[in-house]
């Protein structure tokens, strides 16, 4: 009898878990739109606060600090006063050190993490690119070293490739590789559903234009 109570019991705390992981997923799935769809910068905040509310709740899930701290980078892309978009990158980074916390080497932690850092050299490029540049391009190899497929950290390493390039006069053939790569993995992930990252895709379309464009210079030049 005392065994049957344990089974029923085990049963219920089963049945409650799975309940609170579909309702989890459910306020995920729409939530995470919101990001994308917002028009203005003053949409975002309520969309990264509420994603902070939903990890301070889920104390083991890394997404909701993860979707908070994309919320401010789209909301960074939108700023124009240079302080006022690095306090916001800044807050990205806090977000994102809050989901790293509840997920060891996680690669898309890490690579949004570089890329954070990689938009925080555009607001000082004379201050910042010597010191945060290593910092970037470990979080990207080690972003790609645990996932080698993983096609945001292939396109942001593509991205800091292409402009180092450009900043130094060489040949950006290696990093326009990496962009058609990084497309390609979009493709794949396209049909993709749930709460895994999964943006990113029209960036590396636009990266494939701008290689196109990159490309054919060269070859006038030569």
């Known amino acids: 009898m005392k065994s049957i109570n344990i089974l029923i019991l085990l049963a219920f705390?089963?049945?409650i878990a799975k309940g609170q992981d579909k309702k989890y997923l459910q306020t995920m799935e729409s939530s995470i739109p919101g990001i994308f769809q917002a028009e203005s910068t003053s949409d975002l905040d309520p969309i990264a606060n509420k994603f902070d509310r939903i990890g301070q709740a889920e104390v083991d899930q890394w997404e909701p600090y993860y979707y908070a701290s994309l919320a401010y980078?789209?909301?960074a892309f939108r700023i124009t006063d240079l302080p006022a978009k690095d306090a916001v990158l800044d807050q990205a980074l806090t977000a994102l050190a809050k989901g790293a916390a509840?997920?060891?080497n996680n690669a898309e932690i890490i690579a949004l993490q570089g890329f954070i850092n990689m938009i925080?050299?555009?607001v000082d490029p004379g201050t910042r690119g010597q010191t945060l540049s290593p910092k970037i391009m470990a979080d990207?190899?080690?972003a790609l070293k645990l996932e080698p497929?993983?096609?945001r950290a292939n396109l942001f390493?593509?991205?800091?490739?292409?402009?180092?390039?450009q900043f130094f006069g060489t040949g950006v053939e290696d990093a326009c590789a990496m962009?058609?790569?990084?497309?390609?993995?979009?493709?794949?992930?396209?049909?993709k559903t749930g709460i895994a990252p999964s943006w990113g895709q029209p960036s590396a379309q636009q990266y494939q234009k701008q290689c196109k464009a990159a490309l054919a210079k060269a070859e006038t030049e030569e």
Not at 157 to 165: I, N, P, R, Y
């Open 13 to 15: 705390v089963i049945s």
């Open 73 to 75: 980078v789209f909301k």
């Open 102 to 104: 509840q997920s060891d």
């Open 120 to 122: 925080k050299i555009g």
């Open 140 to 142: 990207f190899s080690k």
């Open 149 to 151: 497929e993983n096609p």
């Open 157 to 165: 390493m593509a991205q800091m490739l292409f402009g180092t390039a």
């Open 179 to 191: 962009v058609d790569k990084s497309a390609a993995l979009f493709d794949a992930e396209s049909s």
